[in-house]
Nanobody, 125 residues
Framework: QVQLMESGGGLVQPGGSLRLSCVVSGFPLDYDAIGWFRQAPGKEREGVSCLMRRDGSTYYKRFVKGRFTISHDDAKNTVYLQMNDLKPEDTAVYYC??????????????????WGQGTLVTVSS
C-alpha cells in the first residue's frame, strides 16, 4: 500500500511563494500519475496539477498556470509543487494523490485512490 505525506504549507502574504513536498512510500512504488489537489472551506476538492512520471508530462488547471510548477525527484520519491505569486483565493488544504484510475493524469479527485493527509496553505496579509 502506498502512503503519501505532504509538507511545506503555511501562512504567506499575497504575492509570496511556497514549495509543497509530497513523499511517497510503501509498496509497490510503481505509481505513474501523481497529482496535487486542493480544498477550500465549504468547497469541493479540485485538481491543481498533475505529472506523469514515465514521460514527465505536466498538466495544470488554468487558474494556476504560469504560477505553479509541479516536479518530481525519482531518487527521493517526492513530488513538489512550487507556488509563486500566491493569491488569497489559493488558500486551501493541499493534497497529493496517486493510484489513478487507468494510471492517467486527471483533475477529478474521484479517480485517485491514494491520498496524503493534506497541508494547509493560507494566503493573507
Amino acid at each position: 500500500q502506498v502512503q503519501l505525506m505532504e509538507s511545506g504549507g503555511g501562512l504567506v502574504q499575497p504575492g509570496g511563494s511556497l514549495r509543497l513536498s509530497c513523499v511517497v512510500s510503501g509498496f509497490p512504488l510503481d505509481y505513474d500519475a501523481i497529482g496535487w489537489f486542493r480544498q477550500a472551506p465549504g468547497k469541493e476538492r479540485e485538481g491543481v496539477s498533475c505529472l506523469m512520471r514515465r514521460d514527465g508530462s505536466t498538466y495544470y488547471k488554468r487558474f494556476v498556470k504560469g504560477r505553479f510548477t509541479i516536479s518530481h525527484d525519482d531518487a527521493k520519491n517526492t513530488v513538489y509543487l512550487q507556488m509563486n505569486d500566491l493569491k488569497p483565493e489559493d488558500t486551501a488544504v493541499y493534497y497529493c494523490a496517486t493510484d489513478a484510475t487507468w494510471g492517467q493524469c486527471g483533475f477529478n479527485h474521484h479517480d485517485f485512490k491514494s491520498w496524503g493527509q493534506g497541508t494547509l496553505v493560507t494566503v493573507s496579509s
